[in-house]
């Protein structure tokens, strides 16, 4: 047993539930009516998922000029919002290919629905370099490496903007590979449970023909491990890129070397703060606290008070290399962070991402559900605001104080960032009500250890 598995104190899985027991009560939602509470957040996300088809549509239709975007602060929102949703995708990978290879135990009630959670975000944040672009029908082929209409010349392969096509692409890829994968033997079991005609033709097909056979669970477990050995380094590589769009520029506040550790840690911090509150919904609107239990939550708080603290120190060394490195430039850059006419958004950041995780030290505070999901909405709420400070703070005021500008977003902006949120969950409530999103047959297997 490992570490983390000896200090949570509650069950994985009931004590007295068989294997039949687990199946029906995973299965129960798919199986029965939708909840009112289902009901009440589907409409409410998908009422803000229309609010995202409108602002892309009238963004488009218009043109970006829409945004409140200007000559010094050329990156507001949009780039703000795609470092958000890339790094929410991180905690995916991270439940599911490392802690598979290091075999956690208590990821197993909490993976898929991670795994769907890198999904989703990562389609959300993918919107926003395409619809930045303005005309998206004109531009749309630069982003990608082959020779254009215009002489044939390819994209620029020293840029870091080009190798997030790369990184996001294979990210999302393996991500969702490595989802559909662990899907298939639940998807098989709900098909052989199916009594209409319907629901049996299309689980019988998304199950790939599994038959649970000793061949087939030998080949699915290589397949797997396969899998999570390469999406490992990608938790590592793809906010690593990300974070290149900044480090490799020469913007005062952008142009250092502690960005890539520092991106990656944050992506898991907010990715894990994001998992916590997708859990702790599900928990409740289906039903499921003998299956995500205290103890998955209490191990979930402890690694965003690592990840936190982290955080934490990345930003306290910035200030001190800052200030170690003698150029005034850059010394500028975070003291008006700090205390310039965006001093309100760097104390958000701080409070949500170094201070409210310092909470998990106390027991109390690991184990107690409301008051984590009140924690895990603060870091989501910080961890947005590091990606605003980072972006637009270091942009209103640079070199040339003749150039200096604010930035405030248009309704345009906030009904975008607004509407991703709608999309996320929307796609995150159907997943929850046609396939299981907790993994039985590693749950079950918890109780086959037992046994």
């Known amino acids: ?26 299965c129960r939602p798919l199986e029965n009516k939708p909840t009112k509470l289902w009901w009440i957040g589907f409409v409410l996300s998908f009422l803000f998922f229309i609010l995202l088809v409108v602002t892309l549509t009238y963004t488009t239709w218009v043109g970006i000029g829409v945004w409140n975007l200007n000559k010094t602060v050329m990156w507001g929102w949009d780039i703000t919002n795609f470092v958000f949703w890339i790094g929410i995708g991180h905690a ?29 975000a990562v389609i959300c944040a993918a919107m926003f370099p395409f619809f930045h672009m ?48 662990g899907l298939i033997p639940d998807i098989a079991t709900v098909r052989d449970r199916a009594k209409s005609k319907m629901r049996k033709y299309w689980y019988n097909f998304f199950s790939m023909g599994w038959t649970g056979s000793v061949r087939t669970w030998a080949r699915y477990e290589i397949v797997s491990l396969i899998l999570a050995g390469i999406s490992t380094p990608l938790v590592l590589s793809v906010h690593s ?24 840690a944050g992506a898991i911090f907010s990715g894990f703060g994001m998992v916590l509150t997708l859990l702790l919904i ?40 800052a200030w170690y490195s003698g150029v005034e430039y850059e010394q500028y850059a975070f003291l008006n962070r700090a205390f ?45 605001f590091e990606r605003f400070v980072i972006i637009v703070t270091s942009l209103h005021r640079d070199y040339l104080t003749s150039s200096w500008a604010m930035y405030s977003p248009s ?11 709608g999309l996320f969950f929307t796609c995150f409530f159907l997943f929850c009500k046609f396939l299981p999103i907790i993994n039985m047959s590693e749950v079950k297997s918890i109780l086959k250890n037992k046994e």
């Open 241 to 264: 890129v990300v974070s290149m769009d900044f480090a490799t520029s020469i913007v005062p506040g952008w142009h250092t070397t502690i960005f890539p550790p520092y991106f990656v």
């Open 411 to 421: 309704w345009v902006e906030i009904g975008i960032f607004l509407g991703t949120f």
């Open 1 to 26: 047993m490992s570490v983390i598995d000896s200090v949570i104190r509650q069950p994985l899985v009931h004590g007295d539930k068989n294997y039949h027991d687990i199946t029906t009560d995973i």
């Open 134 to 181: 303005g005309r998206i029908w004109v531009g749309i082929y630069w982003v990608f490496p082959i020779p254009n209409a215009f002489g044939s010349l390819w994209v620029n392969f020293n840029s870091p903007l080009l190798w997030d096509v790369f990184a996001i692409s294979t990210y999302f890829s393996v991500s969702l590979i490595f989802w559909y994968l």
């Open 282 to 321: 599900a928990r409740k609107v289906l039903n499921y606290q003998e299956y995500i239990t205290v103890g998955h939550l209490e191990a979930m708080s402890k690694i965003l008070l690592l990840t936190g603290t982290l955080v934490g120190l990345a930003y306290i060394t910035e200030f001190f290399i």
């Open 340 to 384: 310039g006419p965006y001093w309100w958004a760097y104390w958000t950041m701080m409070s949500c991402n170094l201070i409210a995780p310092q909470v998990f030290w106390f027991k109390w505070a690991r184990t107690t559900p409301w008051f984590l999901f009140m924690v895990s909405i603060l870091v989501n709420v910080g961890m947005w």
């Open 92 to 120: 995916g990978t991270l439940i599911s290919a490392i802690l598979l290879l290091f075999r956690q135990k208590w990821r197993m009630s909490i993976n898929r629905s991670a795994e769907a959670m890198t999904i989703f």
